[in-house]
């Protein structure tokens, strides 16, 4: 059984400029993360993303375009591929789908975060990361309203900061730091501890 205070079920958001804050991320969480990392980044469904390869390139965990129906493994970093919704269900597996678009999205934050926080609750830790417009700030309420946690990249370190902002203008965020910090203090959670992270705390 999952102890209360681990999180091990990190959903991350990115937009323009989050390529290099999720190699920050990537290249410092562990070979053996006990955890899963699902990731949305927009990208245009004309387009062919090349995410999982740089993110593996980035650090030691292997980074795979998710697929429908795939069970999910912890040490693993899952990405959304173009023109689909990633959703993850309790019956750990994940789950595509070609529904419409959120805040103009697909895949969208929102719709990955909503789906976590429905399935695993308080295990669910969640973070935006540098973007433009707001897609993912819903989703991170969702994450807060049933008990997970929720990280914001500073919005002075992000590229494109108002997806942070405006996160932080509608969400109760528990951790706001750089994206070379935010690696960390996920690998602390997933193991249940938060005493290195107090530093970072809102």
Not at 84 to 92: C, E, I
Not at 140 to 149: E, H, M, P, S, T
Not at 170 to 197: F, K, M, N, S, T
């Amino acid at each position: 059984m999952t102890k209360p205070d681990v999180h091990d079920v990190i959903v991350i958001g990115a937009s323009a400029g989050g390529v290099p804050a999720l190699c920050a991320i990537a290249s410092a969480l562990p070979a053996h993360l006990p955890a899963s990392v699902f990731i949305v980044m927009h990208v245009p469904p004309w387009k062919t993303s090349a995410l999982p390869e740089i993110l593996s390139r980035c650090g030691p965990l292997p980074a795979v375009h998710a697929k429908s129906g795939e069970p999910i493994e912890q040490g693993r970093i899952y990405v959304a591929p173009p023109d689909y919704h990633l959703l993850v269900n309790s019956g750990n597996h994940l789950e595509l789908w070609h529904g419409p678009k959120e805040n103009a999205f697909r895949p969208s934050v929102n719709a990955l975060f909503r789906s976590a926080a429905a399935a695993f609750g308080s295990r669910v830790a969640g973070v935006i990361l540098s973007g433009s417009l707001e897609d993912g700030a819903a989703g991170l309420w969702w994450v807060k309203q049933r008990n997970g946690v929720a990280l914001v990249q500073q919005p002075n370190d992000a590229q494109f900061p108002q997806m942070p902002q405006t996160a932080l203008q509608h969400v109760p965020v528990d951790y706001i730091a750089p994206a070379a910090e935010i690696g960390r203090i996920l690998v602390d959670l997933a193991r249940g501890g938060l005493a290195q992270v107090r530093g970072f705390l809102k």
